[in-house]
């Protein structure tokens, strides 16, 4: 008989799925929360003093994926009103896009400043803390958008933080309350069944890794994921398939060997 190996060795591996959305979810530059726009322009020389103005236009840069020329805007905002709530968004998703998360800390932090019940420069903040590895910071940031808007991003990265802390009770409720909101995250499927692994409920594990692989039919992590539970649940036949079927895409190495370990110890017990 095959014995049920603890899997938090390799589980850590789904978040090269899951951390992807991070980045992605970066508060965009809203015009939410912030002050309205001129109602109608007299002039040139009128714009270029109008800090709303400094800001639309350093949107348009951000869409285009130009972060240093929505910066200069940004910076143009907050130059002729430092208490412009957009100006600073702006930054902040300009310096977070440029991976500056000192600077996208900063700007966050001034956003949040004058307008704290916006979720998405709390959503900023907290993101920014991640990044530079303050993990209570930005759960106390995230907490915040989430009791704001209760989106699910929010709850996704405040799942993550709970898991990784070994809170897994926690971690499942977040994770089950970003999955109500948005049922079309693979990665968010991928987490509860990690945290469902690590609570041994290990047939909810494998249904939660099977709802993600229909989202992401080829997603490795999740589809390794889905062997470990289902060897969890005294399935080593199917775990076995499963594990010799992605083994040849595996491009890490110590994920490769972990695999091959479990087809080994599968094979040895003669299933």
Known sequence: MIGRPRTTSI????????????????????????????PQRKSKVADEKNPQY?????????????????????LLAVSLDSQHFNGWNLLGSAYYGKREFALALD???????????????QKGLGLSYLELKEPEKAAA????????????????????????????????????KSIQDNGQNAAAY????????????????????????????GDVNIRINLGIALLNSGEPSKARALFEAVLPEIEQDVLRKKVEEYIKAIKDAGK
């Open 107 to 121: 700007a966050y932090a001034k956003a949040v400043a004058i307008n704290p019940g916006s979720a998405d420069a």
């Open 190 to 217: 991928n987490l509860k069944g990690v945290v469902l692994n690590q609570l041994a409920r290990y047939a909810e594990a494998a249904g939660s890794f099977q709802a993600g692989l229909v989202l992401a039919p």
């Open 141 to 176: 940031a995230l907490k915040k958008s989430f009791e704001i808007n209760r989106g699910y991003e929010s709850a996704y990265l405040l799942a993550k933080l709970a898991y990784e802390a070994g809170r897994f009770e926690e971690s499942l409720d977040y994770v089950l």
């Open 54 to 74: 400094q800001y639309e236009k350093g949107v348009i840069a951000l869409r285009y994926g130009l972060a240093d020329e929505a910066v200069r805007y940004g």
């Open 11 to 38: 589980i850590l591996a789904l978040f090269l799925t899951a951390s992807v959305a991070s980045s992605a979810w970066a508060a965009p530059a809203a015009a939410a929360g912030g002050r309205p726009s001129e």
